[in-house]
């Protein structure tokens, strides 16, 4: 096969060269530049309509395909791809090295024994792959597993096997003839992504690509892919825990705010279908410093446990450490305590935790912060059948959150019997089997809970 012509292009500004060079010289940037392909064939050039080319159509004369969803046995994945993968959709599973990726998409394609599925990989051997199996305790004779690199060599076998769905692990290992750069470059992930996306398009088949993402999102690939492919699932989560969190950045066919949360035990991922009962332990009662937050997470109500720890501080410069919660957040809270509530919290070292290793970037949860402060401060348990969903504003008022009728029901669903809100949250005509306390500043919070 006849190499490319292929041109040098500045990542950053779109300027040209025939060679590499360090710094553009048109924008200044440094190290920006990557090889792209110009040129497929020499002989197509002019107005010559290529294969794929297609005719317009009139828009009520196109048939909808939107029942035709694939199954693919796990109710939490259907659900964060709004119903089922749709036909000839590119989707795209990014995460961290070691979250679990390889893991779900092998569970995924084990799980579904009524189609063939192609899993090809190019970091796993056979052998790797059929031992990840073993520990899943799955089989699958409809499940093909490859262990290959080249495009080219990629697309004779899917048209040998015909899957129904091709999984791919990953899109930095893929590799085509037609350039020169190593597997993993700007250039080698986008044409062999684009590729791919044609290739699904085409014949209808679905791909799942999987994309490795650094802790700084600096390897380039899945960023760049975010705009070639339809749907872009982020797994994360914390390492050291167990919960992942899979979360729908961009969805062509469906919702984005979802999520799904994940264990991930011995025998592979087990989805959490009833977040709350597992982010709130059952042997806290009476316990201080702990207080529940009714949060969401896209449009997901759960309730999660806030934890705090309050003491003297015994050198100068008291400490904050949060894990799962934001520490700007946490000193902006502790200052508006020192001034709104008269609590003299410089002398004292905060550690706050939240459950489960899972991060919480819902402002509701400020109040439930606020009030596991105090409760380990004062040494005062809060009672554990109430639970909290407010935002704290400057001047210590409790301000409204959204979505609040959600985080209302789920912390009935849960058992709760008291809630505590904003004063002007709550829609007129609202009815709920839960106390609903309201309250205006963080002073009336304090008052009602530790008198
Ligand atoms: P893996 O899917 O290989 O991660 P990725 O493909 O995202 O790099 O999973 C990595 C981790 O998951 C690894 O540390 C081992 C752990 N694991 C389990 O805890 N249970 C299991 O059943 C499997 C297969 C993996
Ligand atoms: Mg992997």
Redo the contacts with the bound molecule.
């Keep these: 096969m006849p190499k490319s012509k292929t041109v040098y292009v500045c990542q950053n500004c779109g300027a040209e060269a025939s060679k590499w060079v360090g710094k553009c010289h048109s924008c200044g940037k440094w190290n920006t530049y990557v090889e792209e392909i110009i040129q497929r064939n020499s002989k197509t050039s002019g107005l010559k309509f290529s294969e794929t080319s297609s005719n317009p159509v009139s828009i009520s004369e196109i048939t909808s395909t939107s029942e035709k969803r694939i199954d693919i046995k796990s109710a939490e994945l259907n659900r964060i791809l709004g119903g089922g993968l749709v036909p000839g959709s590119l989707v795209l599973l990014g995460?961290?090295?070691?979250?679990?990726?390889?893991?779900?998409?092998?569970?995924l394609a084990l799980n579904l024994n009524d189609l063939k599925i192609l899993y090809i990989s190019g970091?796993e051997s056979y052998q790797q792959i059929k031992l990840?199996a073993n520990?899943?305790n799955l089989g699958n004779d409809n499940c093909f597993v490859l262990s290959e690199i080249l495009i080219e060599n990629i697309f004779v076998h899917i048209q040998n096997i015909s899957p129904d769905i091709i999984i791919i692990?990953?899109v930095q290992t893929l590799q085509t003839e037609e350039i020169e750069s190593s597997p993993g470059s700007v250039s080698q992930v986008r044409e062999c992504a684009s590729r791919l996306l044609k290739f699904s398009k085409k014949t209808s088949i679905p791909v799942i690509l999987?994309g490795?993402i650094t802790k700084d999102g600096s390897l380039a690939g899945p960023k760049i892919l975010e705009h070639i492919v339809d749907t872009v699932l982020l797994?994360e989560g914390d390492?050291n825990y167990?919960y992942r969190i899979l979360r729908v950045i961009k969805n062509r066919f469906g919702p984005t705010s979802e999520i799904g949360i994940f264990e991930?035990?011995?025998?592979?991922?087990k989805e959490i279908t009833n977040p709350s009962q597992i982010l709130i332990s059952a042997d806290t009662e009476n316990m201080s410093g702990v207080s529940i937050a009714a949060t969401m997470d896209g449009i997901r109500p759960f309730l999660i446990e806030v934890q705090a720890l309050v003491s003297s501080a015994v050198y100068g410069m008291p400490q904050r450490s949060t894990t799962g919660f934001d520490i700007r957040r946490l000193n902006m809270l502790l200052a508006v305590l020192e001034k709104k509530a008269g609590f003299r919290l410089a002398t004292k070292d905060v550690f706050l935790n939240i459950a489960g290793g899972i991060k919480v970037n819902d402002p509701a949860i400020d109040l439930s912060v606020i009030c596991a402060i105090l409760s380990s401060s004062f040494d005062k348990p809060i009672n554990k059948k109430i639970c909290f969903a407010g935002e704290v504003g400057l001047s210590g008022e409790i301000r409204p959150v959204n979505r609040i009728e959600q985080r209302i029901k789920e912390a009935d669903k849960q058992g709760f019997q008291k809630i505590l809100i904003s004063n002007n949250n709550i829609s007129p005509g609202f009815k709920s089997k839960i106390e609903i306390t309201k309250v205006k500043k963080i002073e009336n919070a304090i008052k009602y809970l530790f008198k």
């Design positions: 995460g961290e090295p070691g979250i679990g990726k390889s893991t779900l998409a092998l569970q970091e990840r520990r899943l692990d990953s999987i490795h797994f390492h167990v991930m035990q011995n025998s592979g991922l």
